[in-house]
């Protein structure tokens, strides 16, 4: 029982240089706030480039809940289950 | 029948050229020192990067700037090099056009049109920041570009990439309009149809620019693609001859272009280059996609992104990466911001093209009807100078543009039938 966490390569270095990481579930009563803290437990650098100091999303990266910007569908109060992928992308691109 | 070789797509062998030097880079939100680099974000806080101006560079005169060739790089100073470019060298310097009927009708003193409708070579404002991003993919060695892309940019990487030689993967929304695609495709690059929207190429491509060893245009190269868009300012002050107009009205897409006029204007301000005051920034949005209007007009900490809902797909950006320093340029400059529906987008292009005889694209259509609606509102004044940036050609967009348009009368070849037409209009 677990989510993927896809991490781009800038952030790669905070996290042992690791790109994917599987963080366990329980199955209920799981989000992607609880899966990103979990994240930053394990490697404490990446908690101040996921989390704002006001417990909000940073602003420099957008994350994805299987290809949905979490934005639209709860932040970090959506749910997620077994088998998710959530994907951390540098936020600043195109235009 | 003479038979001329295809490679499509373009895998050509590269020319090998001496590049310019970019400059180095520094982060616009901790202030950290960068090299010249392939990257567009901070290592350290994920900010966004900016060229690193060196301050007691020599600055040209106003006599000298006008000695030189007509094109981006006559303001090279201001461009995120040292040395000549070796590619696009020729892009640039579109026509500013007055139009004396759009300020009757406007209520101002003077309208100029800055018509990159016109750009070469395809058409459309991105030829500029193509030309400063294909540079710098050169002195970087990538000898692959791309680009996200809403159709223009597209259209641009495809046009230059070609001229240079270079292979070039193109990733666009799938639905996109025919001609942007054909107008892409022509050029042999590697043209992608992405299922989704233009937000969702542009994560894909954040995703391809860790993944390959491309230039993507507006995602590594980001921070010398942006510079490009300085020079439509710098040619606006240097056609008016040397001075501000009151007021600009822009598109806005990803927020990039109004921040860089803003710039643009200030540093030649800074330079003791223009007389008086920089311009007012007006950004205009479909209101099917506005989220920089929304937040230019509320006091929201950060952008809520939107789901694109409009006919004007060069603006469809839902997330836009540059709406915070949009909104500095906007209201720093007691400027505004204005969301026009897509029933009056159409008018606003029949109306520059009755108006000026240009064609302009949806973009341009939004940005015609935004300056109607800001005179109305009253932030538009008698006393006002004011530019309107058409940054893209009619000819991509014919559907949007026939919305309204009645059709011509088809009628034998014989003068009895003109003459019959002629009488009707009497």
Redesign the interface.
Known sequence: MAVSIYLPAILAPLADDERVIEIAVLGFQDTVGSAVRSLTERYPGLAPRLVDERGDQYPFVAIYLNDEDIRFVGGFDTAVRDGDELSIVPAVAGG | MTTIPSVLPNDAPVRIVRAPEPLPLYCT?CAADVGASA???C?T????LQPQYDTARPLPSRRELRSRARSIWRYSEWLPFRGAPVLAQQVGFTPLLEAPQLAHELGVARVWVKNDAVSFPSLSFKDRVVATALNAAQAFGLTTVGC?STGNLANAVAAAAAAAGLPAWIFIPADLEVAKVVGTSVYGPHLVRVRGT???V??L???L??RFDWGIV??NL?AYYGEGSKTMGFEIVDQLDWRFPSAVIAPM????LVTKLHKAFSEFAAAGLAHGSVPRIYGAQASGCAPIVRFVQSNAR?V??E?PQTIVRSLA?G????APTARDAILGTNGWAHAVDDQDVAIGIRRLAEATGIFTETAGGVTVAAAYALAQQGRLTPDDEVVLCITGNGLKTIDAAAQGISEAPEIPARLSAVEALVAATV
């Open positions: 939100r990257q567009a974000l290592s806080c994920l900010g966004p996200a233009y937000d969702d542009n994560r491509c954040a995703q620019a860790d507006n995602v980001r897409a990803g927020g990039s950060a809520t992104p789901r950006i997330n836009p990466a540059d």
